[in-house]
T-cell receptor, first 115, second 113 residues
Framework: DTEVTQTPKHLVMGMTNKKSLKCEQHMGHRAMYWYKQKAKKPPELMFVYSYEKLSINESVPSRFSPECPNSSLLNLHLHALQPEDSALYLC??????????????FGPGTRLTVT | GEDVEQSLFLSVREGDSSVINCTYTDSSSTYLYWYKQEPGAGLQLLTYIFSNMDMKQDQRLTVLLNKKDKHLSLRIADTQTGDSAIYFCAESSFTGGGNKLTFGTGTQLKVEL
């Protein structure tokens, strides 16, 4: 089983709203990732958690706040977003953050629209 | 910085072979990947190749790696309409406890009957 699940599938939010994206995997993976993908563009890394600790933040604005409550779950809290933040948000996981974890599996994504 | 480059579009007939090319930038990448993305969906890991290999075959997929030229290709034999999708190559770097993937610009493959 190489499944990563994400909820919700679609989200529409206003610029003053607070919402959260959720990601879950039960493969025992210890590294989890958030990527952002704009239309007709490749995914771009936002955050990496390794063993439930934030290990990489790709200079993402503070209106995006990641959280890893346990080894299976990854959240992305959203607050005061801008219309240009509308995108597909992809979660991924891999065995761990070392050179051995070469397979990275992606979820189906959350399509976010900011109005 | 430099982009991982791919041609934007490829059209083939059903049953023909498809070859998707990628020029990557990081010569220290340990693994190089191919992902498939269908409309409205996430990324599906198709295959990957270790940097000390020059070829890997996996059923209908063949990956060729030319490290000297930093060139990666994906050949799909007997292409089917279900192969229509966007294909991304990706290079990897293991930094700060994570396996950071940098994706190519993506190639849209269209398979015609």
């Amino acid at each position: 089983d190489t499944e990563v699940t994400q909820t919700p599938k679609h989200l529409v939010m206003g610029m003053t709203n607070k919402k959260s994206l959720k990601c879950e995997q039960h493969m025992g993976h210890r590294a989890m990732y958030w990527y952002k993908q704009k239309a007709k563009k490749p995914p771009e890394l936002m955050f990496v958690y390794s063993y439930e600790k934030l290990s990489i933040n790709e200079s993402v604005p503070s209106r995006f706040s990641p959280e890893c409550p346990n080894s299976s779950l990854l959240n992305l809290h959203l607050h005061a977003l801008q219309p240009e933040d509308s995108a597909l948000y992809l979660c991924a996981s891999s065995q761990d953050g070392s050179g051995r974890s070469y397979e990275q599996y992606f979820g189906p994504g959350t399509r976010l629209t900011v109005t | 910085g430099e982009d991982v480059e791919q041609s934007l579009f490829l059209s083939v007939r059903e049953g023909d072979s498809s070859v998707i090319n990628c020029t990557y930038t990081d010569s220290s990448s340990t693994y190089l990947y191919w992902y498939k993305q269908e409309p409205g969906a996430g990324l599906q890991l198709l295959t990957y190749i270790f940097s000390n290999m020059d070829m890997k075959q996996d059923q209908r997929l063949t990956v060729l790696l030319n490290k000297k030229d930093k060139h990666l290709s994906l050949r799909i034999a007997d292409t089917q309409t279900g192969d229509s999708a966007i294909y991304f190559c990706a290079e990897s770097s293991f930094t700060g406890g994570g396996n950071k993937l940098t994706f190519g610009t993506g190639t849209q493959l269209k398979v015609e009957l």
